[in-house]
């Protein structure tokens, strides 16, 4: 098993920046990539960037791109979420998974993650 658990949301003005991490414990060995989606209210799950854990191979939606980026360290077992001009369509539940799956680039569905965290709260005001 994994275990995730997300950390750095909060409320932030339109054109801020938040840095969302994301701590992984158990059998991290597993791992094979870790991603980031985001539910706003009334809608579905949504894809926001992902990575591979040993290649660094990342994958960005399209409305990440330019403003979002993700990394991760290895050594901590960790993975960011750095979020640069933070709008108010971005506000949402943000959650990081982590799938044992080895599919390069990373998968961009939840279907393929098989673990999740409990998700962090990011609303940005205009």
């Known amino acids: 098993q994994v275990q995730l658990v997300e950390s750095g949301g909060g409320l932030v003005q339109a054109g801020g920046s938040l840095r969302l991490s994301c701590a992984a414990s158990?059998?991290?060995?597993?791992?094979?990539?870790m991603g980031w989606f985001r539910r706003a209210p009334g809608q579905e799950r949504e894809f926001v960037a992902a990575?591979?854990?040993?290649?660094?191979?990342?994958l960005s939606a399209d409305s990440a791109k330019g403003r979002f980026t993700i990394s991760r360290d290895n050594a901590k077992n960790t993975v960011y979420l750095q979020m640069n001009s933070l709008r108010p369509e971005d506000t949402a539940v943000y959650y990081c998974?982590?799938?044992?799956?080895?599919?390069?680039?990373?998968?961009?569905?939840?279907?393929?993650?098989?673990?999740w965290g409990q998700g962090t709260q990011v609303t940005v005001s205009s």
């Open positions: 990575i591979t854990w040993n290649l660094g191979i990342k």
């Open positions: 158990g059998r991290t060995a597993s791992i094979y990539s």
């Open positions: 998974a982590a799938t044992i799956q080895r599919t390069v680039p990373p998968g961009t569905v939840p279907s393929v993650y098989d673990y």
